[in-house]
């Protein structure tokens, strides 16, 4: 059974940095699109990071493009998402999630995902 934990989601100040961590048990790191989806109050979850099929290749959400960085420990197990020059607007709950379907993880809807850790950004 895939299982993924997410950890390091905080309180932050705009302009702070955060890095989240997700845990993958049950599966190896290889097998899926692997990425990061959020969801902010009122919203939808959203794409905001992934891996593309070579395991290489990153696609990132404009509005995080330049500021997050998607990255992985195959050897561990473990996907991160380094989060620079925070904004309030990316206040969320953020979810590691894999899928074998690149579009529906980019939507939101990825096949497994983890229970979601809060990243809070205040002025």
């Known amino acids: 059974q895939v299982q993924l934990a997410e950890s390091g989601g905080r309180s932050v100040q705009a302009g702070g940095s955060l890095t989240l961590a997700c845990e993958f048990s049950?599966?190896?790191?290889?097998?899926?699109?692997l990425g990061w989806i959020r969801q902010a109050p009122g919203t939808d979850r959203e794409g905001v990071a992934l891996f593309l099929a070579d395991g290489k290749s990153t696609r990132y959400a404009d509005s995080v493009r330049g500021r997050f960085t998607v990255s992985k420990d195959s050897a561990n197990n473990t996907l991160y998402l380094q989060m620079n020059n925070l904004k309030l607007e990316d206040t969320a709950i953020y979810y590691c999630?894999?899928?074998?379907?690149?579009?529906?993880?980019?939507?939101?809807?990825?096949?497994?995902r983890g229970q979601g850790t809060q990243v809070t950004v205040s002025s």
């Open positions: 049950g599966t190896t790191l290889d097998n899926y699109f």
């Open positions: 999630a894999a899928d074998w379907i690149r579009e529906r993880l980019w939507r939101g809807d990825g096949y497994y």
